[in-house]
């Protein structure tokens, strides 16, 4: 988080106070650091410099448009797994010949948008996938450069909800089938095979799960190379991991040894799908004390940030670092659970925080970046939370706060209409 630093007692995002932009944009308000973005980019690019590598950041970890044409003009290619995401990659002026398109259920229209735009592969998780692709191609008159994702069958470590590399997991298709897959896809029209993927897992903070992984893709790779199958890239996916409280820094540098060679033997692109790293740490969640409460033991600071806002905790048991904007005198002070207004026991930030508040403090919730913003919702009727990002010394709001009005507005044009299923 060193992009969020005490500068004369007031927490700071590159040198501008997060208290001049509570003033300026209001509370909650996720802040992001567009240097944090290109630091943690540019760790990658120098971890992986002189292979032949693609980075596609996942767009579901931060969507934002003012985010997505910040890494477009670092460099990055993306990682869509929508309809909408493509949308927004295009409109934040993303080449279509470095994007690829995961996720288990792409449907007709985004399948058909994605051809029309050329995106550079589909990474196909089933084989009614591979046939709903190459049928689509086909009637329209395009060919769809794709990869199959399998499941290594490794166990990475992580929570398990973030788990999707295990044989248990929805996705990809087993080690096993990959032969007969791409047998079938060299035999189909409106196909062209390219790569071959995983994704093992996210928040992983330990080397040992992507050596199991790499060694396991690596053989199959020289199987399906031997049995005259062509191979040119080979996509790890995402899932490294970043520091929430003390995790250690992410061993990029054992990642590049252990592909080196492998890849430079055989004369494969690598592609990667980070999310998290490149911006989890970039941001933070700026959100006010509505009021402190004491039950019995407890006490409560309630925030005007909720669940809705930022799931994690709440979906997780995420732990992320809590800090006063106004830097505290004294630590240990009290412990104290920071809680949103949402009715549900789950709608905590954190808990057991050794702050003091009170009403109408500032606090930042850290480490905000990565699957804040893009999981938040409308519970509870609450809008979505402003984005301001921090460039050149300068911050700029990149997304309105959403107003109830907007809330409301698809549901009152229906709300004096006669019943009908015309549509
Ligand atoms: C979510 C996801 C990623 C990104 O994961 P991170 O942990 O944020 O790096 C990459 N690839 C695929 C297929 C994903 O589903």
Redesign the pocket.
């Known amino acids: 988080m060193s992009n969020f630093k005490y500068q004369n007692q007031e927490l700071a995002c590159d040198q501008i106070p997060l208290r001049e932009l509570a003033e300026a944009f209001g509370t909650p308000t996720f802040v992001y650091s567009g240097a944090a973005i290109e630091t943690a980019y540019q760790r990658l690019t120098t971890a992986f410099q002189g292979l032949n590598t693609l980075i596609c950041y ?1 767009v ?2 931060n969507a934002n448009l003012s985010v997505l044409k910040r890494l477009h003009e670092l460099g990055a290619g993306f ?1 869509i ?1 929508s309809g909408g995401e493509l949308a927004r990659v295009l409109r934040a002026g993303a080449d279509p010949r470095k994007i690829v398109f ?1 996720g288990v259920g792409k449907q007709d229209h985004e399948i058909e948008a994605a051809l029309e735009a050329g995106i550079h592969c589909f990474n196909i998780e089933s084989d009614a996938e591979l046939d709903r692709i190459a049928s689509i191609a086909t009637t329209t008159g395009h060919i769809a450069p794709i990869s199959l994702r399998v499941n290594p069958d490794v166990d990475p470590e992580t929570h398990p909800y973030i788990s999707t590399g295990l044989n248990t997991a929805k996705f990809g298709v087993p080690m096993a089938e990959a032969e007969a897959f791409y047998r079938k896809a060299a035999s189909l029209t409106g196909i062209e095979i390219l790569g071959i993927d995983c ?1 093992i897992g ?2 992983i903070t330990s080397i040992t799960p992507y050596l199991a992984a790499i060694d396991k893709m690596f053989t199959l790779i020289d199987r399906l190379m031997l049995s005259g199958i062509s191979i040119k890239h080979f996509d790890l ?4 991991g970043v520091r929430y409280e003390n995790e250690p820094e992410f061993p990029l540098g054992a990642l590049r040894a252990a592909l080196e060679q492998r890849l430079n033997d055989r004369n494969l692109q690598l592609v990667i ?5 490149l911006v989890a740490n970039a941001g933070v969640l700026l959100t006010k004390v509505i009021h402190t409460k004491a039950n019995h033991e407890k006490k409560f600071a309630v925030v005007d940030a909720a669940m809705n806002d930022l799931l994690r905790p709440a979906l997780y048991g995420a732990v992320q670092e809590v800090l006063a904007v106004q830097e505290p005198m004294e630590t240990g002070a009290h412990t104290i659970d920071v809680v949103g207004p949402i009715c549900e026991t789950g709608d905590f930030l954190a808990k057991d925080c050794s702050l003091d508040l009170k009403a109408d403090d500032l606090i930042a919730i850290c480490s905000a970046g ?1 699957y804040g913003m893009s999981m938040s919702s409308n519970y509870n009727t609450r809008g979505r939370a402003a984005e301001v990002l921090v460039e050149g010394g300068q911050a700029r709001l990149v997304r309105t706060r959403e107003s109830v009005e907007t809330q409301l507005a698809l549901e009152i044009e229906h709300l004096d209409k006669p019943s009908t299923t015309e549509h």
Not at 237 to 240: I, R, S
């Open positions: 996942a579901k970890a990682d797994v995961s994704h996210s928040q996916g995402g899932g490294m799908e980070p999310g998290r790293y990565a």
